[in-house]
């Protein structure tokens, strides 16, 4: 017999397919204790969903005051904060006190690898910036003091 692929040709059809069957599975064998690959979900990042406004005092925005207030919040798998901690203060406590009673409300949608949420640890400046204009609620301040 020839060794090339034209000895296949000189088979009889039906032989030709069971040969055709019996490779197909000796092939199908080969692979057979293997699980196929399971499918790669490419990751997500860390995402804000619900971030309101911290309170900002009004006795601290008629007195002109301003600052920004830096905290360690590590987000959990749920997307809620776990952890909420002062980094780095605005300078004034009734700032700092606000950003940290506010941010454990925030919700996320947490970051995940391969389909899987994971915690992750971000550093969050919260911003509180005094008016440009004296807010009229100022003026029934000052007449009660």
Known sequence: MRSDSRALLLLPKPAQ??????CSLALAACNADQAPPAPVIAPTELAAVDTPKPDYPLELACAGISGTTVLVVT???EGKPTDVRLSQSSGDARLDKSALERVPSWRFNPPTSNGKPYAKTIQVPVNFKAPAERPAECFALDAAK
């Open 17 to 22: 397919g069971v040969i055709a069957i019996a």
């Open 75 to 77: 987000i959990g798998i």
